[in-house]
């Protein structure tokens, strides 16, 4: 199978990437002693799926703290995501959060501002 | 027949030099002119040397273009890498702060008695243990009031627990109303409090912590009912140098026994 599945730890997100749906999910908290190979993984992962043929991908996002080298990977992430829209890919990002947590969704609109892709910021229901 | 030498005149552009060259070259009336040869080689020579020079400058030029584009691609990258820096290192603050602030409620939260309000045991132990120090260093002594609710277990199983936290609540707002600036206090546990009176000796501690009684025994908390009317008694005990929290505790602790003994609603000293 092509699908990705990390559970969730204390200092790491659950992921799971369905190849089937092209969706990849990502939530929970994000800092990982390593996040290079933590992140290499996942961005493995959407490299190959955005390599293997031409259908849609789309991120749904419910991360809620992160460090620093986190921001970094996940600035990776949309840069991959861009350079996909730039050649006509159809990608788009979802972040949800906590209604309680307003930053959460503040934090997210910092990541959107210069892409050019969909990028939906929306309150969990 | 010389050649009539030129006149001096305005120096002439590369085409028309070249121009005039060629016109002597070609003309039969110089067919025999020994310097024709030289000059033919001459020309020969310089239209070379004038290809060859292009060609330079061509080449050249192609590298200046792929060096100038090499850097404009380098300062945009280093533009655009700035950006991104500036773009985390912004983000990553914002995480940052929101994680203090957390760390700060919770702090606060963690040494909150939540249903009253006053400070908690933990907020008690750390605050009294900063007096201690400050009396290690050679500061004034202080005395510490152990306060009981009378009867309170009477009250909760009379009224029921609604009114029993009504009741601790009333009484921190009135512990909080007689104290000085300057005076601690806290719930111990239970209903228990804990009053710390800095700089202060026994005898005047004693007046502070009497108007506390006062304003508790002033309580005419509603029920359904009569008006539930509550005491409290205190024992109270100076901080002796050197010893421990739970010296200078235990003692107060017996002051308030005695004033339980002796009635309630009063406070007693060791």
Redesign the interface.
């Known amino acids: 199978m092509n699908d990705l599945n990390l559970t969730k730890t204390q200092s790491t997100p659950a992921v799971s990437g369905s190849w089937e749906a092209g969706v990849l999910r990502m939530d929970g908290d994000s800092y990982p002693e390593n996040s290079y190979e933590f992140f290499g993984e996942v961005i493995a992962w959407i490299e190959r799926f955005l390599g293997a043929s031409d259908r849609p991908l789309r991120l749904e996002l419910r991360l809620v703290?992160?460090?620093?080298s986190s921001?970094?990977a996940m600035?990776d992430i949309f840069d991959l995501l861009a350079e996909a829209h730039g050649s006509g890919r159809d990608v788009a990002v979802n972040w949800y959060y906590d209604p309680r947590n307003e930053?959460v969704a503040?934090?997210a609109s910092?990541?959107k501002?210069d892409c050019e892709f969909p990028f939906v910021i929306a309150a969990d229901a | 027949m010389p050649e009539p030498s030129q006149p001096p005149g305005p120096e002439l552009s590369e085409d028309a030099l070249i121009a005039r060259i060629e016109a002597l070259l070609a003309d039969p009336a110089h067919a025999d002119n020994p310097l024709r040869d030289a000059l033919a080689g001459l020309y020969r020579h310089s239209a070379q040397q004038r290809g060859r020079l292009e060609r330079l400058v061509r080449i050249s030029d192609g590298y200046h273009l792929f060096e100038r584009a090499s850097n404009e691609s380098l300062a945009q990258r280093y533009d655009k890498q700035l950006r991104?820096i500036e773009?985390?290192?912004?983000?990553?603050d914002?995480?940052q702060n929101?994680?203090r602030e957390v760390s700060e409620a919770l702090k606060e939260a963690a040494l909150r008695d939540p249903l009253t309000g006053l400070g908690n045991r933990r907020f008690l132990i750390e605050r009294i243990k900063e007096e201690n120090q400050r009396c290690a260093r050679g500061g004034g002594g202080y005395t510490l009031a152990l306060g009981d609710v009378d009867r309170f277990k009477m009250i909760n199983d009379r009224y029921g627990h609604e009114i029993g936290d009504q009741t601790l609540c009333e009484i921190a707002a009135c512990i909080r109303r007689a104290l000085r600036e300057y005076d601690l206090c806290g719930r111990w546990g239970g209903e228990e409090f804990l009053i710390v009176l800095p700089e202060t000796r026994i005898t005047d501690a004693a007046q502070v912590v009497e108007r506390v009684r006062a304003e508790i025994e002033r309580i005419a908390l509603p029920t359904v009912r009569e008006p539930l009317a509550v005491t409290a008694s205190f024992g109270l005990t100076e901080y002796r140098p050197g010893e421990s929290l739970s010296d200078t505790v235990n003692r107060a602790d017996v002051a308030l026994y005695r004033a339980k003994a002796a009635g309630r609603n009063r406070i007693d000293s060791v």
């Open positions: 703290y992160m460090n620093t921001v970094k600035m930053r503040e934090l910092e990541f501002e | 991104r773009k985390i290192a912004r983000i990553s914002r995480y929101s994680l």
